[in-house]
């Protein structure tokens, strides 16, 4: 027992020289040393982008000597832990990654820690962050809370998290198809629909586009895809459910246009399904997250390689593209939180959020996506930069009480598409449940 | 005296140990989910933190349509798999009780599909229905049929999560059957064949009621079961399309994790449980009648 404890002394303080001599250059010898042979436990989902975080990581623990370990969940089982481990008096997590829609929850349930203390530390904050770099509708959609509608910046609101692993939506499509019919890319969402139709009669077995529509989630993930660039929302600004205005029936139309030209049993697509569908020639297009982009281009499993063109997601009467994916922050029961800041200040960095992205990962800053080195590497990085400046932070609401009604949107739009409900009854009917769900949550209190 | 006491105390002594077992792994559960149906009870909270709202999670229960729905789905496929299970299981088992060579090697293979996890179950079907790549569409269009939207339509889907249970329960009841075939006595079906029964009489008016009361448990056993399954489904359909497949399992699940309501889930679970109490107390009240009649039975003889 002794003998293993000195042994395990011994091993600590031989570490900790090596650490001392191997940052010999300088500056962040001073700012970790502090926190040397500390051991940050960071919580991340299984995701391509985390994949590739793993493979910087070491580095991180030979710059600063602060040991890192990751416990991977898939991402609703991450979800669940969480929930369990943030009501804990003292966390295991030193450094969580959350799902966009965990915000709501975890910021009201105050288990999430305002980073401005963080960013104010002048032994901590580094000045050449750049944090105006960073994906302005990222930040507005994963990262701050306390503003506008509660959810989103404005004057009151705050920072509790940064983007990563992030993802918004562009439109995939098949260069040899479009080019062999003398196709134009659809820049609009009429050209998008026409499109979509049109591909079935031109080109026999193939669908026009692949999208989610599975029932609940996926459902409702694909109709708000085409809510919010035709104008619609699920509120108004004083929490009156509007899902069922012209607008949000015309994007319940266009979902159910496209699943009725897609690929056969569409109706029961998530997102892997359809994007499978596209990889095996089986549409034209594909109109969902940048994550997939890469399993396009991998041979091994795709029978599209080199064919895939990328677009802008289509205009209707405004540009809005999806946010969503992944942020990261500490837990307010965190043990280590300053050394946790400074390794989620490391990874988001310029130069981490590069090397990460050249590892596959999902960049959270412009200057990435314009680097040039990366653009060679993925050559539709340009695209997606461009995509994501008109990326809609409030393209779905991020309250408490989605969960419930995003369910409901999702097994009612599923009944448009499969049972013929008509989209307006449907949308009304939304809208009515939807208030009550606010309702008896306090929405109304003030009016 | 205190010894008197002190012996009629033993036979509690001995139980006290199974006793607390039984508290500690039943009833505190139970309690626990009984206490949290009256609560307004989000998983970020601890228990202490949530509020108590009395039965507002079972008023708002009645009052949702999807939950009704969902019940409505849960009797319709309860009553579907278990009436069609029963027949086939019987059925089969009074076709295989013969001395067939290989008869043990078979009733194995038959009872496989019990055996294979759940979840994997769900995926092997979810495959197999797959609208292009599926065995039976892939089958149906070779042959020159349209395909059929199984999983994509709504009452396809329920009778697609029908057809996997039965494949995957009917065995369970074959084997019961089986047994109760095998252990019935001979000298009964030899009196019927001497006063010349055909095989349909035999089956009619001598296997079956004799098979009676295994079966009449078997059955009670599969309609608890069939109300609480989940992974299946779970796999095959989440529920879709629309709320078609929506069983209350899946439901209890989704207002757990998805709407993070424990309390409402609490509610469901415990509506779900009383169901199941009022068909075990039938399974309890027929065994207990059976008990009954098998003792007026002997005492008749025996006075006899």
């Known amino acids: 027992m002794k003998v293993t404890k000195t042994n395990v002394w011994s091993a600590a303080i031989a570490v900790s020289l090596t650490y001392t001599t191997a940052y010999a250059d300088g500056h962040t010898a001073d700012v970790y040393a502090p926190y040397e042979g500390t051991t940050l436990v960071v919580n991340f989902p299984a995701h391509p982008h985390y994949n590739a975080v793993l493979e910087v990581l070491p580095e991180f623990t030979e710059q600063t000597g602060i040991e890192v370990e990751v416990d991977q969940l898939q991402y609703l089982r991450m979800r669940e ?5 943030l009501t804990k008096d003292e966390g295991d997590y030193d450094l969580i990654s959350y799902v966009v829609f965990s915000k709501a929850d975890y910021v009201f349930a105050d288990q999430l820690e305002n980073l401005a203390k963080y960013f104010m530390n002048p032994r901590l904050a580094d000045p050449n962050y750049d944090a105006g770099d960073l994906i302005d509708g990222y930040v507005a959609n994963i990262g701050i809370a306390g503003g506008e509608k509660g959810y989103l910046p404005g004057p009151t609101g705050s920072l509790f998290g940064i983007p990563f692993g992030s993802e918004t939506s562009v439109l995939a499509y098949r260069k040899d198809i479009f080019e062999k019919h003398g196709i134009d890319v659809p820049e609009t969402y009429d050209d998008l629909l026409e499109v979509a139709c049109l591909i079935p009669e031109v080109e026999p077995g193939m669908g026009g586009m692949a999208s989610r529509a599975a029932s609940g989630h996926q459902a409702s993930h694909a109709f708000l895809l085409h809510l919010a660039p035709l104008g619609g929302r699920v509120f108004d600004a004083e929490w009156n459910p509007i899902i069922n205005s012209p607008e949000g029936v015309a994007a319940a139309n266009a979902l159910k246009t496209i699943v009725d030209c897609g690929p056969e049993g569409g109706t029961t697509f998530g997102p892997a399904e359809a994007a499978a569908a596209f990889q095996q020639g089986q549409a034209a297009m594909f109109m969902d997250s940048i994550a997939f982009a890469a ?16 677009a802008l997601h289509p205009e209707g ?5 999806q946010t969503g994916g992944f942020g990261i922050g500490i837990p307010s029961n965190a043990q280590n939180k300053e050394a946790a800041f400074l390794l989620m200040q490391w990874l988001t960095s310029k130069e981490q959020d590069l090397a990460i992205a050249l590892a596959g990962g999902n960049p959270s800053r412009f200057s990435t996506y314009e680097n040039a080195e990366l653009n060679e590497k993925y050559p539709y990085s340009a695209t997606f930069g461009e995509a994501l400046k008109y990326a809609d932070p409030d393209w779905r609401p991020i309250i408490p009480t989605w969960g419930t009604i995003n369910a409901d949107i999702g097994t009612t739009m599923s009944q448009v598409l499969t049972e013929g409900l008509d989209p307006q009854e449907a949308l009304d009917g939304v809208a009515e449940r939807a208030r009550a769900t606010m309702e008896e949550a306090g929405y109304y209190t003030w009016q | ?29 139970i309690c626990y989910m009984i206490y949290a149906s009256f609560l307004d009870w989000n998983p970020s909270q601890r228990i202490g933190e949530a509020d108590f709202i009395g039965l507002r999670n079972y008023t708002k229960l009645f009052s949702d349509a999807a939950f009704r729905e969902s019940m409505w789905v849960t009797i319709k496929f309860s009553i579907v798999v278990v009436t069609i299970e029963m027949f086939l299981g019987v059925g089969l088992a009074l076709l295989l009780d013969r001395n067939i060579r290989g008869m043990s090697v078979l009733r194995t293979l038959f009872i496989l599909p019990m055996m294979i996890a759940p979840i994997v179950v769900g995926l092997m079907w979810r495959y197999m229905y797959h609208p292009t790549v599926g065995i039976f569409n892939r089958t149906l269009t070779d042959w020159g049929f349209d395909p059929i939207p199984w999983l994509a339509d709504g009452d396809w889907a329920f009778a697609s999560i029908v057809i996997a249970d039965i494949w995957q329960w009917t065995p369970f009841i074959f084997i019961l059957s089986l047994a109760a075939l095998q252990s019935l006595p001979a000298s009964a079906i030899e009196a019927s064949r001497i006063d010349g029964a055909s095989g349909w009489q035999q089956i009619i008016y001598i296997k079956l009621p004799l098979m009676l009361p295994v079966l009449i448990v078997t059955l009670l056993l599969r309609l608890i079961d069939s109300f609480k399954v989940l992974e299946v489904i779970l796999v095959m359909t989440n529920g879709g399309p629309g709320l078609s497949t929506e069983i209350l399992s899946i439901r209890i699940n989704r207002t757990a994790s998805e709407f993070r309501e424990l ?41 006899a």
Not at chain 2, 2 to 25: C, M
Not at chain 2, 281 to 298: H, P
Request: hydrophobic share 50%; no cysteine.
């Open chain 1, 81 to 85: 832990r969480q929930t369990l481990e």
């Open chain 1, 295 to 310: 399993g396009f281009e991998d041979p091994s499993r795709s029978t599209v390689v080199g064919n895939v063109g990328y």
């Open chain 1, 317 to 321: 009467v405004r540009r809005g593209s």
């Open chain 2, 1 to 29: 005296m205190s010894i008197a006491r002190a012996n009629r105390l033993t036979p509690y002594l001995f139980l006290a140990p199974a006793g607390a077992v039984l508290a500690v792994a039943l009833f505190y559960p």
């Open chain 2, 263 to 303: 309390g409402e889930a609490a509610a469901m679970s415990n509506l779900l449980l009383i169901v199941l109490l009022i068909l075990t107390f039938a399974m309890f009240i027929y065994n207990k009648a059976q008990e009954l009649r098998a003792q007026r039975m002997r005492a008749v003889e025996e006075e």
